[in-house]
C-alpha cells in the first residue's frame, strides 16, 4: 500500500510577488495609514518621567537581618519577629500609592510650569493643561448630552475623600495612573516615579510625593508612641502642679509658724515636708517617663535614604512620534497583504464586488 501525504504548501515569494505586483494599491495604503498616524501622533501629549530613589532603614539587626536578607533575595518575605513588628512594610508601600486617602492629598499641591511664570494647584493643572485628542470629543458631548444631573465643577474646595463627586474622582484616577512605587526586592530601593507633560512639574510631584510618602509613613510607626509621650507630658504637667502647690503649702506654713515649737506645729510641718518630697519624687518619675517616651519616638521614626533626588528630565519617556507614524505605516502593509490575498478575491464574486469593479 502506498501512503500519500498531500501537502499543502505556501508559496511565500508568490504571495509576496503578488503583493508587490500591485505596488500602486500599497503605496496607497502605506500613505493612507501614515496620515492617519500621523494625525494621531500629533494629537498625542509629549510625558516626561522624574524618578525619585530612596533606601527605608532597616527593620531588624543582626543574624536576623542577614536571613532577611538572604531571604530576600530568593523572593521570599521572611518576618524579623521579636522587636520589630510592622504592619506598613516597603512591598505595600504601591497599596498605599493607590489609596485614596494618599493621593486626595496631592490635590493642592502648588505647581509650577518649566517657563516659571504659572503657578497652580496639581488638581486644576490636570483639568486644565491636560489635553485630550479630538477622537474623545463625542464621547464627551454623548456623556454630558445625556448625562441626568447637571455637572458642576466642585473643584476640591469641598472635598471629602469617602464622597468623591465624578470630576474628583476623575482626577484621582487619572494621578493613580501617574505615579507609581517600586521595590526591588534584591536591594530593597525604593523607586518613586512620577509622568506629566511637563518636565519640572513631574520633577515636582515625584519630590512631593516622597516626603509625603516618609511623612505617611512616619505617623504610622510613630502613632503609638507619640500617644504615649502625650499622655506622659499631660501626667508630668500635673505631677509638677501638685509638687508646686505642695511646696507653697510647706512654705507658707513654714513661714507663719516660724517662731512656734508646739509639738502640733512640727507635725504638721513634718506631714507637709513629706507630701511635699513625695510630690517632687512623683513629679521626678513622669520627668523621666517623658524623657523615655521621647526616646521612643525617636526611635520609632524610620530613617530614609535619599539616593537619587527628583531631576528635571531633559527628554520625553513617552514613545516618539515617528515611532507611532512607522508603526501605522507597518499597518498599512499588513492591512494591504489582507485585502489582496484574503479579502478581495471573495468580495470580487459578490455583487458588490461587481459593482466596485474589483476583480481576482
Same mark, same amino acid.
Given at each position: 500500500?502506498?501512503?500519500?501525504?498531500?501537502?499543502?504548501?505556501?508559496?511565500?515569494?508568490?504571495?509576496? &510577488? %503578488?503583493?508587490?505586483?500591485?505596488?500602486?494599491l500599497l503605496?496607497?495604503?502605506? @500613505?493612507?495609514f501614515a !496620515?492617519? *498616524?500621523?494625525?494621531?501622533?500629533?494629537?498625542?501629549?509629549?510625558?516626561?518621567?522624574a524618578e525619585?530613589?530612596?533606601?527605608?532603614?532597616?527593620?531588624?539587626?543582626?543574624?536576623?537581618?542577614?536571613?532577611?536578607?538572604i531571604?530576600g533575595?530568593m523572593?521570599?518575605?521572611v518576618?524579623?519577629g521579636?522587636?520589630?513588628?510592622?504592619?506598613?512594610?516597603?512591598?505595600?508601600?504601591p497599596?498605599?500609592?493607590?489609596?485614596s486617602?494618599?493621593?486626595?492629598?496631592?490635590?493642592?499641591?502648588p505647581v509650577?510650569?518649566?517657563?516659571?511664570?504659572h503657578?497652580?494647584?496639581?488638581?486644576?493643572h490636570?483639568?486644565?493643561?491636560?489635553?485630550?485628542?479630538?477622537w474623545?470629543?463625542?464621547?464627551?458631548?454623548?456623556i454630558?448630552?445625556?448625562?441626568k444631573?447637571k455637572?458642576?465643577?466642585?473643584?476640591? &474646595? %469641598?472635598?471629602?475623600p469617602?464622597?468623591?463627586?465624578?470630576?474628583?474622582s476623575? @482626577?484621582c484616577?487619572a !494621578?493613580? *495612573?501617574?505615579?507609581?512605587?517600586?521595590?526591588q526586592?534584591?536591594?530593597n530601593v525604593?523607586?518613586?516615579?512620577?509622568?506629566?507633560?511637563?518636565?519640572?512639574?513631574a520633577?515636582?510631584?515625584?519630590?512631593?510625593?516622597?516626603?509625603?510618602?516618609?511623612?505617611?509613613?512616619t505617623?504610622?510607626?510613630?502613632?503609638?508612641a507619640?500617644i504615649?509621650?502625650?499622655?506622659?507630658?499631660?501626667?508630668?504637667?500635673?505631677?509638677?502642679?501638685?509638687?508646686?502647690?505642695?511646696?507653697?503649702?510647706y512654705a507658707?506654713?513654714?513661714?507663719?509658724?516660724?517662731?512656734?515649737v508646739?509639738?502640733s506645729?512640727?507635725?504638721?510641718?513634718?506631714?507637709?515636708?513629706?507630701?511635699?518630697?513625695?510630690?517632687?519624687n512623683?513629679?521626678?518619675?513622669?520627668t523621666?517617663?517623658?524623657?523615655?517616651?521621647?526616646?521612643r519616638?525617636?526611635?520609632?521614626?524610620?530613617?530614609f535614604?535619599?539616593i537619587?533626588?527628583? @531631576?528635571?528630565p531633559?527628554?520625553?519617556s513617552s514613545?516618539p512620534?515617528y515611532?507611532?507614524?512607522l508603526?501605522f505605516?507597518?499597518?498599512?502593509?499588513v492591512?494591504?497583504?489582507?485585502?489582496?490575498?484574503?479579502?478581495?478575491?471573495?468580495?470580487?464574486?459578490?455583487?458588490?464586488g461587481?459593482?466596485?469593479?474589483l476583480k481576482?
Amino acid at each position: 500500500m502506498e501512503h500519500k501525504s498531500i501537502f499543502k504548501e505556501i508559496d511565500i515569494m508568490g504571495l509576496a &510577488a %503578488k503583493v508587490w505586483s500591485e505596488k500602486k494599491l500599497l503605496c496607497g495604503f502605506v @500613505v493612507c495609514f501614515a !496620515i492617519i *498616524g500621523v494625525v494621531y501622533a500629533l494629537n498625542q501629549q509629549k510625558t516626561y518621567t522624574a524618578e525619585v530613589r530612596l533606601a527605608p532603614e532597616a527593620s531588624s539587626m543582626g543574624m536576623s537581618s542577614s536571613i532577611s536578607d538572604i531571604a530576600g533575595m530568593m523572593g521570599l518575605n521572611v518576618s524579623s519577629g521579636g522587636n520589630s513588628v510592622d504592619a506598613i512594610y516597603p512591598e505595600i508601600y504601591p497599596e498605599v500609592f493607590a489609596s485614596s486617602d494618599f493621593i486626595v492629598k496631592l490635590f493642592n499641591i502648588p505647581v509650577t510650569d518649566k517657563t516659571g511664570q504659572h503657578t497652580k494647584s496639581y488638581y486644576n493643572h490636570l483639568l486644565q493643561d491636560t489635553k485630550a485628542p479630538f477622537w474623545n470629543y463625542p464621547k464627551y458631548w454623548l456623556i454630558k448630552a445625556f448625562s441626568k444631573k447637571k455637572h458642576v465643577a466642585h473643584g476640591y &474646595a %469641598k472635598l471629602d475623600p469617602r464622597r468623591l463627586t465624578k470630576e474628583q474622582s476623575d @482626577v484621582c484616577n487619572a !494621578i493613580r *495612573g501617574l505615579i507609581s512605587c517600586q521595590q526591588q526586592k534584591l536591594n530593597n530601593v525604593i523607586t518613586i516615579s512620577a509622568i506629566d507633560t511637563d518636565p519640572c512639574i513631574a520633577a515636582e510631584i515625584a519630590d512631593t510625593i516622597q516626603r509625603r510618602l516618609q511623612e505617611y509613613i512616619t505617623f504610622y510607626r510613630t502613632h503609638k508612641a507619640r500617644i504615649d509621650l502625650e499622655n506622659a507630658r499631660k501626667i508630668c504637667a500635673e505631677a509638677k502642679a501638685n509638687y508646686v502647690r505642695a511646696t507653697r503649702r510647706y512654705a507658707g506654713y513654714s513661714d507663719a509658724n516660724q517662731d512656734l515649737v508646739l509639738e502640733s506645729y512640727k507635725t504638721t510641718q513634718e506631714d507637709l515636708e513629706n507630701e511635699m518630697q513625695l510630690r517632687f519624687n512623683i513629679y521626678q518619675q513622669t520627668t523621666q517617663q517623658v524623657q523615655q517616651a521621647s526616646a521612643r519616638v525617636q526611635e520609632n521614626t524610620p530613617a530614609f535614604t535619599v539616593i537619587q533626588s527628583a @531631576v528635571v528630565p531633559m527628554e520625553p519617556s513617552s514613545t516618539p512620534r515617528y515611532y507611532m507614524v512607522l508603526g501605522f505605516m507597518v499597518l498599512g502593509v499588513v492591512a494591504d497583504v489582507i485585502w489582496v490575498l484574503l479579502l478581495r478575491a471573495p468580495l470580487a464574486g459578490t455583487r458588490l464586488g461587481k459593482k466596485l469593479g474589483l476583480k481576482h
